[in-house]
C-alpha cells in the first residue's frame, strides 16, 4: 500500500492574528471636520470620522438599531454622527446613542463600539488589541519631523499579503541583493530594540543603474560618477504597523539627498493588508532639482517595494525558518515581535508548524 501524500497549500499553513498595536486608520489630512469615511481593517467594518471640535473617531460601521453602515450615507452633526437610515445619532467620544428618530427614548445599551484613536504626525491611529483591552503604550513622536521637508507624497497598495511578511522585509537583509536591483552587496545591518520600538541602522553601496544614470555605464566612468552611492538608512519600526524610513544619501557631484518615508501596513483581512508609502525629501535650494530628486527617490523606492509583492503574494509564513548566518536580523526581529501577541499565541503556531513538520507535510 503506498502513504498518502499530505495536502498542503497557503491556506494551510499556520499563520499568526494581527499582531496588537497602532494601526492608521487614515492619514490626517483625508479626514476633515465633518468628513466620514468607510474603511475595511483588522477583518472589520470601521467607520473614521472628524467631529466639528476637530476630533477624530474611528467606530464599528454597523448601527446597533437596524444595522445601516454609518460609513455609506451617516453625517456628523455638532459632536456626533447620524446614521443615514433612521436618523439615531451617535456621541464621537463615547459611541452612546444620545437620540433616537422621533424623540422616542433612547433604548438602554444602545451604542456603538468605539476604537480607540491617537492623532499624530499626520496619522489617525487606531489601538488593536484581541480582547478589546485598553492601549497600554502610545507611539513617540518620531525624528527629525521638525526639519524641513517638501510635502509628503503618497503611494497606495493592496495586496495578498500578510502584515508580518511586509513587516518583515526591513529585517531581510539577504533578499535586498537577490531581489532588487538597487544593491548587489549584502547590507550592513545594526539592529536595536528597546520596548515597542526597533530602530535598524544600515549602510548599503546603491547600484549607480537604479537611481536611472540611463546611457552606456562607459559614459557614466568617463563622466567619474561612481558605479556605486553610499547610503545610510535608519529605519524606526514603532510596532509592526509603522515603519519610518531616513535616508542619506550622498549623488554624484556631492549632493546630499535625506530622505524620509513613512510606510504603514493595515491588515484589511487574514489574507489582504493595505500598505501607504508617504514619501518626501529635505528641498534643495533649486526648486526643479528637489522636484527631480522626489521623483527619483519615489521611484526608487516604490520600484523596489514592488518588486517583493509577487513573493509575498503566493509565499507561506514560515513559523520556524530554515535560517542560515544573514538571517540573525529577522529572528532578532521575530523576538521583538512576539511582544504584540497574546499568551502563547506564537507558541500554538509554532507547534502547529512543528507537527506539520512531522507529518511531512512541511519540508
Ligand atoms: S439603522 Fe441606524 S438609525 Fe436605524
Ligand atoms: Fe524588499
Known amino acids: 500500500m503506498t502513504a498518502r501524500l499530505p495536502i498542503f497549500d497557503r491556506s494551510s499553513a499556520p499563520s499568526l492574528p494581527f499582531p496588537r498595536g497602532w494601526y492608521v486608520a487614515a492619514d490626517s489630512d483625508e ?121 509628503w507624497r503618497r503611494r497606495v497598495w493592496e495586496l495578498k499579503a500578510r502584515i508580518q511578511d511586509v513587516a518583515e522585509n526591513d529585517a531581510d537583509i539577504s533578499h535586498t ?20 520600538i526597533c530602530d535598524w541602522k544600515m549602510s548599503i553601496e546603491a547600484n549607480r543603474s537604479a537611481f536611472g544614470l540611463p546611457g552606456s555605464p562607459r559614459l557614466w566612468d568617463f563622466l567619474r560618477i561612481p558605479a556605486t552611492i553610499p547610503s545610510r538608512i535608519e529605519v524606526r519600526r514603532s510596532g509592526f504597523p509603522l515603519g519610518l524610513i531616513r535616508q542619506w544619501s550622498t549623488l554624484p557631484g556631492g549632493l546630499q539627498l535625506l530622505s524620509q518615508t513613512f510606510i504603514t501596513t493595515m491588515p484589511i483581512d487574514n489574507e489582504h493588508v493595505r500598505v501607504v508609502a508617504r514619501h518626501r525629501v529635505k528641498p534643495t535650494p533649486i526648486r526643479a532639482l528637489t522636484k527631480i530628486v522626489l521623483d527619483k527617490y519615489c521611484g526608487i523606492f516604490n520600484t523596489t517595494f514592488e518588486e517583493d509583492i509577487t513573493v509575498w503574494e503566493n509565499k507561506v509564513y514560515r513559523m520556524r525558518p530554515l535560517a542560515s548566518k544573514s538571517d540573525w536580523s529577522i529572528l532578532k526581529l521575530r523576538k521583538w515581535a512576539r511582544q504584540f501577541y497574546g499568551e502563547g499565541v506564537y507558541e500554538d503556531a509554532l507547534r502547529r508548524e512543528d507537527e506539520m513538520r512531522k507529518a511531512g507535510v512541511l519540508p
Not at 433612521?86 to 433604548?107: I, R, S, Y
Not at 499626520?122 to 503604550?137: C, M, Q, R, T
Open 31 to 151: 479626514i476633515a471636520r465633518g468628513d466620514v469615511k468607510p474603511i475595511k481593517a483588522l477583518g472589520r467594518d470601521l467607520v473614521v470620522f472628524r467631529t466639528e471640535d476637530g476630533e477624530a473617531h474611528v467606530i464599528n460601521a454597523y448601527c446597533p438599531h437596524l444595522g445601516a453602515h454609518l460609513g455609506h450615507g451617516g453625517r456628523v452633526v455638532g459632536d456626533r454622527i447620524r446614521c443615514p437610515f433612521h436618523a439615531w445619532e451617535f456621541e464621537g467620544k463615547t459611541g452612546k446613542c444620545l437620540k433616537a428618530a422621533h424623540g422616542d427614548a433612547v433604548p438602554p445599551r444602545a451604542e456603538i463600539k468605539r476604537w480607540h484613536v491617537d492623532e499624530m504626525d499626520g496619522l489617525i491611529l487606531v489601538w488593536f488589541h484581541e480582547d478589546g483591552a485598553e492601549p497600554d503604550w502610545r507611539v513617540k513622536p518620531q525624528p527629525d519631523f521638525d526639519l524641513e521637508w517638501t510635502p
Open 177 to 196: 541583493p537577490a531581489m532588487h536591483d538597487l544593491t548587489d552587496i549584502l547590507p550592513k545591518l545594526e539592529m536595536d530594540t528597546e520596548g515597542q
